[in-house]
């Protein structure tokens, strides 16, 4: 059975070489992944409708039955029509197929079918016409019911919906005799769950909704259950590890070459930290405060208290440009103090990286670096610390679980601690940190001035360039974010089943790229021309990180880039915040945006330019407009959005590289009881079963949740 599932794809008839590519492009490479690719919508075809009745420009089944010859036509070279009519007791429909000949011995003159497509009316004369252009069709038979829902999937370029259902029919009935199921049988019961084939096989091709209803359910606990498995087996491994504790924190010196003093809520979490480093169980501890509320003081505390017991600590950001400020700042600090901190990326030079490498694996105490700040180079590198004690990952929200597993696994020993400016809504913290200790700054440092925002149009472009005008004549600088088209991701494999009714997709306002809407800038504002730059993630290291500097240090006024600044980036003196095509973009991810500006003194604003009418994205704008609580924002983008989106927020690529947590049918808010029990029900059964020996299947889903290699979760 289990042979079956691991089998390659291509193991199903009709699936060689060619329709495998194109699955390997949904990231299907085995029978039980294509199982796992689930349907992103379903087209009721059960509600039957007469021509005189079908909706407009709506898809709707009609049933009707055919009234001539179907006849093909040449139209020219290269395309021809296949055309008849078909008829039901509220009038008659022209019926015609493009280039597929092939139809023409599939209808029966005389004979009755299911057609699901959008009718279009004529009125030609004093009878009603209809027309429909290439609609599905089955044979209808009254005695044997056809289905009523069809499965609409995520495809890619060389799939077709129905190529996609034959390989999903082939891979149902290759796992049809599946008896073995990854959930123990006891709480299959207990919690009155479907059983996994018939979970599968109703997601794929459903009875009737109360069926789907009941295979969602399985599935969806499912994910839940796993994603706790895996989190609670971290959690384990890292309570049975032996860190080094790091007993020295006296901070009376940090404090005072601080150019501020630390609010309670920061002082707060310094002093958990120190109790958790004081410890030989290795801290696991992630830190969750909204944008600018000085989180990076707290890292740079508890590595302070790493290099004072003589041992090193490693920082982790996600962006090179992170990494850079954070390397800058800490030097800053703690260089007075005699300690060394150096910067390994990606883009620095294979001479240095030798000798960082060699300084950090020093037996030498006095030779050694004591901090080192990141990409995730850091981990796939071969960095060993002489004398590792910390490691912290900023902005965990875009990493993965995958790297995070990795990370913990690399560094069991280790006191880990990560933060996360996205603000999470409980539940959903519970489900994705369950192994870490939560520590929450939940208080802004003194003197924060609200950003003011406001939502204008295409109409008001003049009026802006203007404002931006005065803000720089004051002093001012500015960032201008657009969409970026080159490093937009495309993955139809990610869109939710809730995107499918928003109609919203469709019709979008071409998007401003980096580029020419500099150039565009530039010719509006001339004499501001020459302190003008760009910044996108395809530049080069160095150039990035010499307009940020110049940036940083006024040199440059507007600094138009794509989200490469999303995270972290500090310019205090930066006041305007411009969002170009601002609906392109998740909620948390503009208010993180938001975020880089009203650091300083200066009064700030944020601008969000969008043209777009749909009434979720209205609303998405307003509610930027008039809400400045990061977590209430959350909270709305998942409403809005649903989670499949919430995570995407502006790292779908990041997320989906690092194997990252990707709940392809739970909602977090909805199905919060399901999380609930999911929970409950593994840390049970890890009680009995600590490892997950008498269960090697489900052992296996949890590890590839993980996007871990066989026996890191051991
Ligand atoms: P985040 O939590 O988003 O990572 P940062 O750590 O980057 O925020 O801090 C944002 C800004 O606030 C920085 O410029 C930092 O120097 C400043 N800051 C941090 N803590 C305080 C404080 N207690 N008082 C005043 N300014 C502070
Ligand atoms: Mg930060």
Redesign the pocket.
């Given at each position: 059975m289990s042979d079956a599932l691991t089998a390659s794809a291509t193991a199903l008839p009709g699936i060689g070489k060619v329709r495998a590519a194109a699955y390997a492009r949904l990231g299907i490479h085995t029978v039980e992944q294509l199982l796992y690719h689930f349907p992103r919508a379903y087209e009721n075809r059960g509600n039957i409708v007469t021509l005189a009745a079908a909706p407009e420009g709506e898809r709707c089944a009609l049933l009707l039955t055919v009234a001539t010859e179907p006849r093909i036509s040449l139209i020219r070279r290269g395309m021809s029509l296949l055309k008849f009519r078909a008829y039901d007791d509220s009038g008659t429909a022209e019926i015609t197929y493009f280039n597929q000949d092939y139809l023409k011995n599939t209808f029966h003159l005389g004979a009755t079918y299911r057609f699901y497509g959008k009718v279009e009316r004529f009125s030609g004369g004093r009878v009603k016409q209809f027309t429909l252009s290439s609609p599905a069709a089955e044979p209808w038979d009254e005695d044997k019911p056809l289905p009523a829902l069809y499965p609409v999937y995520p495809l890619t370029e060389g799939l077709s919906q129905k190529q996609m259902a034959q390989g999903m029919s082939a891979a149902l009935s290759l796992t049809a005799e599946n008896r073995g199921d990854t959930l123990p049988d006891d709480i299959r019961r207990d919690m009155e769950l479907a059983t996994l084939s018939y979970a599968l096989r109703n997601i794929h091709a459903p009875e009737d909704l109360p069926s789907l209803a009941i295979a969602k359910r399985r599935l969806i606990f499912d994910e839940f259950f796993r994603f706790s498995l895996g989190t609670a087996i971290m959690a384990r491994q890292a309570r049975t590890a032996c860190a080094v504790a790091c007993t020295q924190n006296d901070l009376s010196d940090f404090r005072a070459a601080l150019p501020?003093?630390?609010?309670g809520a920061?002082n707060r979490v310094i002093e958990q930290i120190c109790r958790d480093m004081a410890s030989t169980t290795p801290m696991r501890r992630i830190i969750v405060?909204d944008?600018?509320?000085?989180?990076?003081?707290c890292a740079a505390a508890a590595m302070l208290i790493a290099a004072q017991s003589g041992r090193q600590a490693m920082l982790m950001a996600p962006t090179e440009i992170l990494a850079r400020q954070h390397a800058a700042d800490l030097s800053e600090l703690f260089a007075p103090m005699g300690l060394r901190v150096a910067l390994l990326i990606g883009a620095t030079p294979a001479a240095q990286k030798k000798m960082i490498y060699e300084a950090l694996s020093s037996p030498d105490p006095t030779r050694r670096i004591d901090m080192v700040v990141g990409t995730h180079a850091l981990l796939t590198e071969g960095v060993t610390l002489a004398a590792p004690a910390l490691v912290i990952t900023d902005e965990q929200h875009r990493f993965g679980a995958g790297q995070r597993a990795a990370l913990a696994e690399k560094n069991r020993d280790m006191h880990m601690l990560v933060?996360s400016?996205t603000p999470i809504p409980r539940t959903m913290a519970l489900m994705l940190y369950g192994d870490l200790d939560l520590s929450r700054?939940d208080e802004m440092?003194?003197g924060r001035q609200r950003v003011d925002t406001f939502v204008i149009g295409e109409s008001y472009r003049a009026r802006l360039q203007a404002f931006i005008r005065k803000q720089i004549g004051e002093g001012g600088q500015v960032y201008v974010v657009c969409p970026a088209i080159e490093e937009r991701e495309c993955e139809p494999d990610e869109v939710t089943l809730d995107e499918l009714f928003s109609p919203e997709s469709a019709s979008r306002p071409p998007l401003k790229a980096a580029v020419t809407y500099t150039e565009e800038l530039r010719d509006a504002l001339p004499e501001l021309r020459d302190t003008i730059a760009y910044l996108h993630g395809g530049m080069k290291s160095r150039e990035k990180d010499d307009i940020m500097h110049r940036f940083a240090a006024g040199q440059i006024k507007i600094l138009v880039s794509t989200t490469v600044i999303e995270v972290?980036v500090?310019v205090?003196n930066a006041n305007l915040m411009i969002v170009e095509n601002a609906d392109r973009f998740g909620l948390s991810q503009l208010h993180q945006l938001r975020?880089r500006v009203g650091?300083g003194k200066r009064k700030s604003y944020c601008v969000l330019v969008s043209d777009a009418q749909g009434e979720t994205a209205r609303a998405r704008l307003e509610t930027m407009r008039t809400t400045y609580d990061g977590y209430r924002i959350a909270e709305e983008d998942l409403a809005l959005r649903g989670p499949g989106d919430f995570f995407r927020v502006g790292s779908g690529v990041a997320i989906r590289q690092s194997g990252g947590i990707r709940f392809r049918l739970a909602d977090l808010c909805d199905d919060s009881d399901l999380m609930t029990s999911a929970a409950t029900a593994a840390r049970t059964l890890l009680e009995s079963d600590p490892e997950l020996r008498d269960h090697p299947r489900l052992r296996r889903t949890v590890e590839e949740l993980f996007c871990v290699d066989s026996g890191t979760l051991s």
């Open positions: 501020y003093s630390l609010t920061q405060g944008v600018g509320c000085g989180k990076t003081v933060m400016a700054i440092p003194p972290g500090n205090p975020g650091r």
